[in-house]
């Protein structure tokens, strides 16, 4: 019986083995070839398949980890994949933040802080293999080995809601984030409690960190969902000083507006009051005093009149004098700001030119490492962009 089990957990080890190999593979390939249009022969055919798995990346890259990581606690040799894993998944979440892929979470708006959760994540991985053969029959390891990971995701979930709330826009990528959160938070707990009390009392109970663990998640959700609703609320606010919040949230509710009858009713009024009262920025729409703006990445003339119709259109511009207004009071020296905003006329407003004054600009300040990479990748991004249009020119569809 003992050699059939030690049989199966070999069969199993290979089988894993087996999967991270093929994760690994279609990764890179997804990472590294995932354009085909102009390649011949087998770029051809390799761009043509990374294509196609580039949009599942993301769980790819995870589902990679969490093998090796449930592996590597059978046998210590997977860790030879379970590094190169961690290495991947890492440097795919700091580089491959692609905007084509809207409601994908490789579309975020804090890199710092995705680093910081999948780094966590890791960690927490990492020591549940550790403790597989450190902890062994200690009690009082365990504990300390529950404490510290207690401790850093904890630490995760009050910063998710201190900055990290930003990182996405859309809801379901929100919620499955908080969610994670809150289970592994939930996990954690409901196991530390188990083992202090088996320390304490000296007597095991079955499933009681099972069922520790289910109370503390949901605790964890109703106090998320409170904070949450109460940060949506404040953030929303017409009198929030923070422009990156207050922008955050304005789109937030124009995303959710279809679905939400509140959101909608909000956004209405916001576009209303801003009609409404003079703007302090002389590069207002309003402060034009004309019946029709135009829309550059839409490509058609919205009437102010006329909210409902251009109700997308609105939020940009307003959001576009947010930014301006910030960026005049500080005047234009906070370099993570006007990265924002430059981001900000490139994928909402589509403003080629305007956009490259600004990195001219910018290239003139002094910029951290993450904002760099942030530049190296908006200008990749604006190459693919200036290459699309000039095929279109070559081949007469674009009007001029």
Known sequence: M?????IASSSLTTIAFVFMILLSLICLLA????????????????????????????????ANLVIGAIFMGKNPLVSIFYVPAVIM?????????????????????????????????????????????????????????LVIQFLVFFSILILYFSFGFLIYRHSSSQIFLLFSLNLF??????????????????????????????????????????????IKKNGSSIKNMNPIKKIYFLFNKLENSSESINDDCEIRGIIRYHLNHLCPNENCFINQNKSTFYDSKKNSYCFVNKI?????????????????????????????????????????????????????????????????????????????????????LYNSNLDL
């Open 2 to 6: 003992l050699s059939g089990f030690i």
């Open 185 to 230: 938070c939930g996990i954690t707990m409901g196991n530390l409690y188990d083992a202090v009390q088996v320390s304490i009392n000296g007597n095991f109970v079955p499933n009681r960190n099972i069922l520790l663990s289910v109370c503390f998640f949901v605790s964890l959700c109703i106090m998320s969902y409170c904070v949450w609703t109460k």
């Open 89 to 145: 998944n890492i440097t795919i979440n700091l580089f491959c933040q692609n905007y084509s892929l809207r409601k994908d979470y490789l579309c975020c708006k804090s890199v710092e802080y995705l680093l910081l959760w999948k780094i966590s994540v890791i960690i927490g991985f990492t020591m549940n293999c550790a403790g597989y053969y450190i902890i062994k029959n200690s009690q009082a390891y365990l504990i300390i080995f």
């Open 31 to 62: 990472f590294l070839c995932n354009k085909f249009e102009e390649e011949e022969g087998y770029k051809y055919l390799l761009g043509w398949l990374g294509n196609k798995f580039f949009p599942f990346l993301r769980y790819l890259i995870d």
């Open 308 to 392: 409902n119709q251009g109700k997308t259109s609105f939020v940009k511009l307003i959001a576009k004098c947010f930014y301006e207004q910030e960026l005049e009071s500080q005047k234009w020296n906070n370099t993570e700001l006007l990265l924002d905003y430059i981001e900000f006329y490139f994928m909402k407003l589509k403003n080629l030119f305007k956009v490259s004054i600004l990195l001219i600009e910018l290239e003139k300040k002094f910029l951290t490492p993450f904002q760099r990479i942030r530049l190296v990748r908006l200008r990749r991004i604006m190459l693919e962009e200036n290459r699309k249009l000039n095929e279109e």
